[in-house]
């Protein structure tokens, strides 16, 4: 009865698991879904040496773990996640700054929300960062 008891809670709890990362690799397929009023928003600060620089420090504290050192999506930890933290030389070509801002600011399944940990400004100095890695 034990064994049977042991056996029916493994499985239900395996159950669960495949459950919770089929519903977080159906989300990072889904596209973002960022409110209008942050796809608008404009960068705060210039995008400058300076500017970048500020962005890179705290590219390289918060983010080049998963994204890598160039955003390529090559990081060590970025391997190990359910989902591609994407490539940077590509992907964020057609996006707002506002759009990226929002992202770092909020995240959503592997992506960590930053809110509360990195100032808004600094997030935008991380935008202007990112933009570096565009080809």
């Known amino acids: 009865m034990k064994t049977l008891k042991v056996t029916l809670i493994s ?4 159950i669960i698991a495949f ?7 159906d989300l990072q397929k889904k596209p973002w879904d960022v ?10 600060k210039k995008n400058d040496a300076a500017s970048q620089g500020i962005g890179k420090a705290e590219w390289n504290k918060s983010c080049k773990s998963c994204h890598g050192m160039k955003g390529l999506g090559d990081g060590p930890k ?4 359910k989902s591609n933290p994407g490539d940077f030389s590509k992907d964020i070509k057609g996006q707002t700054d506002g759009e990226l801002f929002y992202k770092v600011k ?16 600094d997030i935008w100095h991380m935008v ?3 933009r570096t890695f565009q080809k």
């Open 106 to 121: 909020f995240g959503r399944a592997d992506m960590p929300k930053y809110d509360g940990k990195i100032k808004d400004d």
């Open 11 to 14: 499985t239900l709890a395996i």
């Open 128 to 130: 202007n960062y990112m």
């Open 35 to 44: 409110p209008a009023n942050y796809k608008s928003m404009k960068n705060t």
């Open 19 to 25: 459950g919770f990362i089929s519903v977080n690799k």
């Open 78 to 81: 970025g391997k190990t996640l």
